[in-house]
């Protein structure tokens, strides 16, 4: 079974412009969550999305956002891109919302905002 | 505030050896808890997890063991391998969440 995919792997954008990453969970995975890995700031939780709906947020600014599609693919987009914003972004499925389900991790993007 | 604390930034062990990875949390809602590996540039890799309704869970070299009562897990490798060197996170969540609270990880070197 394929694992958690994320595209693009690398990306470089400027200040002031957008972005979108995509995330295509394990088949057959319903849930499907986004981290920020920074050297500063460690692995923090960006947001949680199952059956299409965000059911958790972590403490990120509304740049931040995201979506789950019918087939549980997931996206994220950050606007307006600060250079803090650079970072490895990190997708993650799991069978089920909550109750001890282990989330798999994808690879992850590399943003680098200039 | 640090919900999950990982005090040991690093640690080095010879190969063949016990490596223990200590972890601290403060929220006593936590009820799983759930060790990862990282190399650099990858996403981390699920090791070992274990409910609060446990006290131990094993799978292979890996062990992890959970104190409630000290708000204090551990995860034991053994025997150590060189190819165990990497960053090991630990990370818990609550309730009915998939929202992970990560710890700041250990750099394990396992050397010959």
């Known amino acids: 079974k394929a694992g958690v995919t994320q595209t693009p792997r690398y990306l470089i954008k400027t200040r002031g412009q957008q972005v979108t990453l995509s995330c295509s969970p394990i088949?057959?995975?319903?849930?499907v969550s986004w981290y920020q890995q920074t050297p500063g700031q460690g692995l923090q939780f960006l947001f949680e999305y199952f059956s299409e709906t965000q059911r958790n947020k972590g403490n990120f600014p509304g740049r931040f956002s995201g979506r789950q599609f019918s087939n549980s693919r997931s996206e994220m987009n950050v606007s307006t891109l600060e250079l803090g914003d650079s970072a490895l972004y990190l997708c993650?499925?799991?069978?089920?919302?909550?109750?001890?389900?282990?989330?798999?991790f994808g690879p992850g993007t590399r943003l680098l905002v200039l | 505030d640090q919900q999950v604390k990982q005090n040991s930034p690093s640690l080095s062990v010879q190969e063949g050896r016990i490596s223990i990875l200590n972890c601290d949390y403060t929220?006593?809602?936590?009820?799983?808890f759930l060790w990862y590996k990282k190399y650099p540039a990858e996403g981390p890799t699920f090791l070992i997890s274990?409910?609060?309704?446990?006290d131990k869970n094993e799978d292979g070299r890996f062990t992890v063991f959970l104190n409630k009562s000290a708000k204090h897990l551990s995860l034991h490798i053994v025997p150590s391998q060189p190819g165990d060197s990497a960053v090991y996170f630990c990370a818990a969540s609550e309730g009915n969440t998939d929202k992970l609270i990560f710890g700041t990880g250990t750099r394990l070197q396992v050397f010959p």
């Open positions: 274990i409910s609060s309704i446990k």
């Open positions: 088949s057959g995975h319903r849930s």
């Open positions: 929220n006593s809602m936590f009820d799983y």
């Open positions: 993650a499925s799991s069978l089920a919302r909550g109750d001890g389900e282990t989330q798999y």
